[in-house]
T-cell receptor, first 116, second 116 residues
Framework: GESVGLHLPTLSVQEGDNSIINCAYS??????FIWYKQESGKGPQFIIDIRSNMDKRQGQRVTVLLNKTVKHLSLQIAATQPGDSAVYFC???????????????FGPGTSLSVIP | NAGVMQNPRHLVRRRGQEARLRCSPMKGHSHVYWYRQLPEEGLKFMVYLQKENIIDESGMPKERFSAEFPKEGPSILRIQQVVRGDSAAYFC??????????????FGNGTRLTVT
């Protein structure tokens, strides 16, 4: 469903370690997923996306894994750097059932803090 | 290629006044979305527009809020008779095509509305 008002879960990692940020999505019909990074005072920034017919996609230092069986998405960041400190959101695209348009729903977000 | 431009960045209004938030999508993008974000929370969908048409306004309060995306000029989110509960960051996003066609949302840096 819609993102609800929740205090952000937080993740603290040591600089240089790998980070794994998890997301449970809501709709089994969702066909496209996107990870965003939001730094303080800024808008969400696109990181990586994946379609539902894939289970893994890699980018530069980031990997997204999709498990449709349990409706779970994860973002792995290799060799985490201080500049990775931000809030990370997953988003799912819900295709139309009765309408002609999609709907993009955001998860509640995870705050990543990198310890130098 | 300029990104999504929102103005003003900060807007202060007294209770009862009107707030007008502007959004210029990325060049060539004809899909515009408005989201609202409270501190330490996720993004909540408000409205989805294409040129001259409101496609989905299911997330927007029926009273006091309106949105438009005219043939020429920016998209406008208008809040009449603002109340303290309207204080939030309002983000605009645009996409080239429908999201299902691997066309992610690109966000502006938001307008932070404070109602005093």
């Amino acid at each position: 469903g819609e993102s609800v008002g929740l205090h952000l879960p937080t993740l603290s990692v040591q600089e240089g370690d790998n980070s794994i940020i998890n997301c449970a999505y809501s709709n089994s019909a969702s066909d496209y997923f996107i990870w965003y990074k939001q730094e303080s005072g800024k808008g969400p920034q696109f990181i990586i996306d994946i379609r539902s017919n894939m289970d893994k996609r890699q980018g530069q230092r980031v990997t997204v894994l999709l498990n449709k069986t349990v409706k779970h998405l994860s973002l792995q960041i290799a060799a985490t750097q201080p500049g990775d400190s931000a809030v990370y959101f997953c988003a799912e695209n819900i295709p139309p059932l009765k309408t002609s348009y999609d709907k993009v729903i955001f998860g509640p977000g995870t705050s990543l803090s990198v310890i130098p | 290629n300029a990104g999504v431009m929102q103005n003003p960045r900060h807007l202060v209004r007294r209770r009862g006044q009107e707030a007008r938030l502007r959004c210029s999508p990325m060049k060539g993008h004809s899909h515009v979305y408005w989201y609202r974000q409270l501190p330490e929370e996720g993004l909540k969908f408000m409205v989805y527009l294409q040129k001259e048409n409101i496609i989905d306004e299911s997330g927007m309060p029926k009273e006091r809020f309106s949105a438009e995306f005219p043939k020429e000029g920016p998209s406008i989110l208008r809040i009449q008779q603002v109340v303290r509960g309207d204080s939030a960051a309002y983000f605009c996003a645009s996409s080239l095509d429908q999201v299902r066609d691997n066309s992610p949302l690109h966000f502006g840096n938001g307008t932070r509305l404070t109602v005093t």
